[in-house]
């Protein structure tokens, strides 16, 4: 399990993708690496207001949200936090359904926004992913998952 990466902003992401690295295309507003637990599969994390974000402070890479791999046999959960890799547990499918469900109705909710804001020709204040986030913060989702971390069921 890998604890440190190192990042690489490229146009186009490179068809053999290195152990470790990060690579990042803003242009194509995508972030791709190998699973940090080792297990070789290709991870794409979509940057958007509505899926990934990133962040460069003094050099150094941060993804938001955690990326979970529930659909490879490894299972790995962690977060990408200034160029380091903080391994989180498994989860359990209550949480990631639901964690889904959360993810689908904000994506439904924000492009209906914008195409309000389109059709109607009026300027119409679309929320930014910090936003977004209080908003799943309020859920039953954000409260379980915060029980779990601290080990209750």
Not at 10 to 24: K, M, N, R, S, T
Not at 25 to 47: D, K, M, Q, W
Request: proline fraction near 5%; charged fraction near 20%; hydrophobic fraction near 35%.
């Amino acid at each position: 399990m890998r604890t440190s990466i190192t990042h690489k902003f490229v146009e186009f992401i490179p068809d053999a993708l290195q152990e470790g690295v990060l690579y990042i295309s803003l242009e194509y507003a995508n972030a791709v690496h190998r699973c940090f637990c080792g297990c070789g599969r290709e991870v794409v994390t979509p940057i958007s207001p509505t899926d990934w974000s990133i962040s460069v402070v003094g050099g150094n890479v941060s993804l938001a949200p955690s990326i979970g791999n529930w659909s490879f046999p490894c299972r790995s959960h962690y977060w990408i936090r200034k160029n380091r890799v903080q391994w989180c547990g498994d989860m359990p499918q209550s949480l990631i359904n639901a964690g889904r469900a959360r993810d689908k109705i904000a994506k439904a909710a924000y492009y209906a926004n914008r195409a309000n804001a389109v059709n109607t020709n009026a300027e119409t204040e679309v929320q930014p992913r910090e936003q977004q986030q209080t908003f799943g913060r309020k859920t039953g989702f954000f409260r379980a998952f915060i029980t779990w971390l601290k080990g209750g069921k």
